[in-house]
């Protein structure tokens, strides 16, 4: 079991590289969780294309900071994985 998490905000031009990257690896058993936190670009609309390879996709809207929603949703995922790694998408 390998998990992967992408966490993105305003990252849509870069995004899609980087689900197609993590993907096109071609892990078996792989848990991929994308967190965002509140994102005003085209990242919701990328990450729902792609919600069927997810484990988890968090969509999350907050007023001001983005870091407590991605650190927030991280510890609410049960990924059952041994390796765990944070990509991001720049």
Known sequence: MLGIVTPSYN?????????????????????YVIIDGGSTDNSVE?????EKHLTFGFLRRTAGSRTPSIRDSLGSTSMSGPISTATTST
């Open 11 to 31: 990252q849509g031009q870069f995004l899609e590289q980087t689900i197609d990257s993590v993907l096109s690896q071609g892990y078996p058993n792989l848990q």
């Open 46 to 50: 990328i990450i729902r294309k792609y």
